[in-house]
């Protein structure tokens, strides 16, 4: 069995982090499902979409902005550092989580309350996905995540082996302070891996009336000098304004490359 679905299916405490589950990895879901089922885990879910094949699992939802995953890397930190080293301390000290807290829209009284779900269950981890990996400040959350995994009683288990490897090998503790963030306006899509759909854009009513286009509308999806088009598909499950992208994987390079999220300029085909 994969190391890393035996790890959740031994945890009692689960927190995802930086992953849409359904698309990114279907095993590790089903491990997910599995271990609340069979061990009554507490599974918490940190994403900026709600996903809507989790809802019924997940005992909370955090959700944060677009591109804040490093605010809420230092949050994770902050909350469940135990014996931390006067580096490390010495940055958990001059962390402004206020102002951490009001950029990335997660409540500091959100990871209260998954502390509290933490204090009764033994095996912890947290699943990081590749939100994480393809971050422009993915060298920083590293370096927190790596704080994580040596000064927490939670287990850092990433879906993308190199990053898991570098928060394995990682003693650096001079990490940067958190970047200001920059702000996701307009029309955001997210790329998904789905063979079966990658045809379609997967959005709200709200991202509709944001790009003036209705259901079942052929558009174009245009970023930074290229486009490409896709059939758009309302879908009263999600909220927000953020689409999702299903694409082959690397079919569109443009899209798959950097940062899963990107801010498109979306017209009608």
Do not use: W
């Not at 689960?14 to 069979?38: H, M, P, R, Y």
């Not at 918490?44 to 989790?54: A, E, K, Q, S, T």
């Not at 370096?143 to 990053?163: F, G, M």
């Amino acid at each position: 069995m994969n190391t890393k679905i035996e790890k959740v299916l031994n945890s009692d405490y689960i927190i995802s982090f930086g992953s849409f589950l359904a698309q990114d990895n279907e095993q590790v879901k089903e491990a997910i499902i599995e271990t609340i089922a069979q061990r009554n885990a507490e599974f918490i879910y940190m994403h900026p979409i709600d996903n809507i094949d989790l809802k019924v699992f997940y005992s909370q939802l955090i959700k944060y902005e677009v591109g804040s995953e490093e605010g809420i890397a230092s949050m994770l930190l902050d909350t469940f550092a135990i014996n931390a080293s006067d580096k490390i301390k010495a940055y958990l000290n001059d962390l402004d989580i206020g102002y951490i807290s009001g950029e990335s829209s997660a409540g500091e009284e959100e990871f209260e309350e998954a502390l509290e779900k933490a204090q009764e269950k033994t095996s912890k981890v947290l699943i990081v996905g590749r939100d994480i990996t393809t971050h422009e400040r993915v060298e920083n959350i590293v370096k927190i995540l790596a704080a994580i995994n040596r000064y927490s009683d939670l287990e850092v288990i990433c879906l993308d082996e190199k990053t898991q490897e570098q928060v394995d090998t990682c003693t650096d503790e001079d990490i940067e302070e958190v970047q200001e963030l920059d702000s996701y306006n307009g029309t955001i899509v997210y790329s998904i891996f789905d063979e079966q759909d990658c045809q379609k854009l997967v959005g709200s009513q709200s991202f509709a009336r944001i790009a003036k286009i209705e259901d079942n509308d052929e558009v174009y999806l245009n970023y930074n000098g290229h486009k490409v088009k896709k059939q758009f598909i309302i879908n009263e499950d999600l909220y927000g304004t953020v689409a999702l992208c299903p694409i082959l994987d690397s079919n569109i390079s443009f899209l798959t490359e950097d940062y899963r999220y990107k801010q498109v300029k979306v017209e009608k085909a």
